[in-house]
Nanobody
């Protein structure tokens, strides 16, 4: 079955950086669209960024210029590089995989931006 394993979250000071990773298994990774979502307490889950099989990339306006999504098909892994982190970026970040027939979610990784 499809599994998504996230890593890289943690506590960081404002202005700091983190890189999230999402390792996928059980699916032909190169043909899927990968995305990162986040959910802050009391708020709805929202799209942060996505990257298609053809490397078309979309970013939410609130992360443009600060976050970079990428993928390594040889490693079946998607990444989210987050720079210039702000307290409002604090949330649980979820990896999302859109397959041909259904979508899958990772377990989530906590990112906390605080001094």
């Amino acid at each position: 079955q499809v599994q998504l394993v996230e890593s890289g979250g943690g506590l960081v000071q404002p202005g700091g950086s983190l890189r999230l990773s999402c390792a996928a298994s059980g699916i032909a990774f190169s043909i899927v669209t990968m995305g990162w979502y986040r959910q802050a307490p009391g708020k709805q889950r929202e799209l942060v960024a996505s990257i298609s099989r053809g490397y078309n990339i979309n970013y939410a306006d609130f992360v443009k210029g600060r976050f970079t999504i990428s993928r390594d098909n040889a490693k079946n892994t998607a990444y989210l590089r987050m720079n210039d982190l702000r307290p409002e970026d604090t949330a649980v970040y979820y990896c999302h995989l859109q397959g041909t027939t259904r979508a899958y979610w990772g377990q989530g990784t906590q990112v906390t931006v605080s001094s």
